[in-house]
């Protein structure tokens, strides 16, 4: 999947875009890039590889997982080490007037570039589980960019949002430690099921729950055992029935709403309603229907 979104390098250092791009790339032999600057936020999620980041004068090191803000109007350029792997990284830019326009709507927003901005303070670690969250975010986003669905632009600004509240979160929870380490998992935990009650229709095995956060399919099947009790798969399953239980309500047959929210047949489907509420989907509907 990954292949399939990888940008072709450009040395354009200016915004084509009023408030926001992002890019993904994937390279060997890069060409060494001349100290430069510009008027907007840049943000390096490392992926792979071996680099420096230079900016005003300081050298940074970042491994893969880390984050490294580099503010506008900073001269910065990176210094490739080693060419035995690829470069891989997520280059995310975005304007201070967006950046503006977010701290009015919340100052929640403004935590981390207030670190960046007033206390010069570039790099940023995380754990495998923070790298992975935050680096499937940023791919959704550039997955998003690539298509030509309906609400395209407004899906990417929710996105773009969404992306740099956990940014700041992650980094406010990170300085100040007493904050647990259930915290985080409660965190991932929500995101999962945010994912899953907006995709009930789609395949939701652990393999693509796996694939959609970057996290270990054992570890997304410990959480929910941990959270509710039961596996990821009887999680969705109630979901779903639930979900077909409010559409029964309206006209629709049965059979095609079933079906429409992830049921591969109508037999499993029915066995599993009348065991979760006691009734047939038929016997349901019709006892909703005498009581209007």
Same mark, same amino acid.
Request: aromatic share 14%; charged share 25%.
């Given at each position: 999947?990954?292949?399939?979104?990888?940008?072709?390098?450009?040395?354009?250092?200016?915004?084509?875009?009023? &408030?926001?791009?992002?890019?993904? /790339?994937?390279?060997?032999?890069?060409?060494?890039? @001349?100290?430069?600057?510009?008027?907007?936020?840049?943000?390096? %999620?490392?992926?792979?590889?071996?680099?420096?980041?230079?900016? +005003?004068?300081?050298? !940074?090191?970042?491994?893969?997982?880390?984050?490294?803000?580099?503010?506008?109007?900073?001269?910065?350029?990176?210094?490739?080490?080693?060419?035995?792997?690829?470069?891989?990284?997520?280059?995310?830019?975005?304007?201070?007037?967006?950046?503006?326009?977010?701290?009015? @709507?919340?100052?929640?927003?403004?935590?981390?570039?207030?670190?960046?901005?007033?206390?010069?303070?570039? !790099? /940023?670690?995380?754990?495998?589980?923070?790298?992975?969250?935050?680096?499937?975010?940023?791919?959704?986003?550039?997955? +998003?960019?690539? *298509?030509?669905?309906?609400?395209?632009?407004?899906?990417?600004?929710?996105?773009?949002? +969404?992306?740099?509240?956990?940014?700041?979160?992650?980094?406010?929870?990170?300085?100040?430690?007493?904050?647990?380490?259930?915290?985080? +998992?409660?965190?991932?935990?929500?995101?999962? #099921?945010?994912?899953?009650?907006?995709?009930?229709?789609?395949?939701?095995?652990?393999?693509?729950?796996?694939?959609?956060? %970057?996290?270990?399919?054992?570890?997304?099947?410990?959480?929910?055992? &941990?959270?509710?009790?039961?596996?990821?798969?009887?999680?969705?399953?109630?979901?779903?029935?639930?979900? #077909?239980? &409010?559409?029964?309500? *309206? &006209? @629709?047959?049965?059979?095609?709403?079933?079906?429409?929210?992830? %049921?591969?047949?109508?037999?499993?489907?029915?066995?599993?309603?009348?065991?979760?509420?006691?009734?047939?989907?038929?016997? /349901?509907?019709?006892?909703?229907?005498? @009581?209007?």
């Amino acid at each position: 999947m990954q292949k399939k979104l990888e940008s072709t390098f450009s040395r354009r250092q200016y915004m084509m875009s009023r &408030d926001f791009e992002i890019y993904y /790339y994937n390279g060997y032999k890069l060409s060494p890039v @001349e100290a430069h600057h510009h008027d907007y936020y840049e943000i390096y %999620f490392f992926l792979e590889g071996s680099v420096e980041i230079c900016v +005003e004068g300081r050298t !940074l090191s970042p491994a893969p997982g880390d984050l490294v803000i580099v503010p506008p109007e900073k001269t910065h350029f990176p210094r490739i080490l080693s060419y035995e792997k690829p470069y891989r990284r997520i280059v995310l830019w975005v304007g201070k007037d967006y950046i503006q326009h977010l701290l009015e @709507e919340s100052e929640d927003y403004g935590y981390l570039f207030g670190r960046v901005d007033k206390q010069k303070e570039y !790099l /940023y670690k995380f754990s495998a589980v923070q790298s992975n969250q935050l680096q499937g975010m940023a791919f959704r986003m550039i997955e +998003e960019s690539w *298509g030509e669905r309906y609400g395209k632009r407004t899906a990417l600004l929710l996105l773009l949002n +969404e992306l740099l509240l956990a940014l700041n979160r992650t980094v406010y929870e990170q300085k100040h430690r007493n904050r647990k380490r259930s915290g985080q +998992e409660e965190q991932v935990y929500q995101m999962i #099921c945010s994912f899953i009650n907006s995709h009930l229709e789609e395949d939701l095995s652990l393999d693509r729950l796996s694939k959609q956060f %970057f996290l270990n399919k054992y570890y997304i099947a410990h959480l929910f055992k &941990d959270k509710v009790g039961m596996s990821a798969h009887q999680y969705i399953t109630g979901k779903r029935l639930a979900a #077909c239980k &409010d559409a029964m309500l *309206g &006209d @629709e047959p049965i059979g095609q709403i079933c079906h429409q929210y992830g %049921f591969s047949d109508y037999t499993s489907f029915y066995r599993r309603f009348k065991k979760e509420y006691g009734i047939s989907p038929k016997e /349901y509907r019709q006892s909703h229907q005498l @009581e209007e």
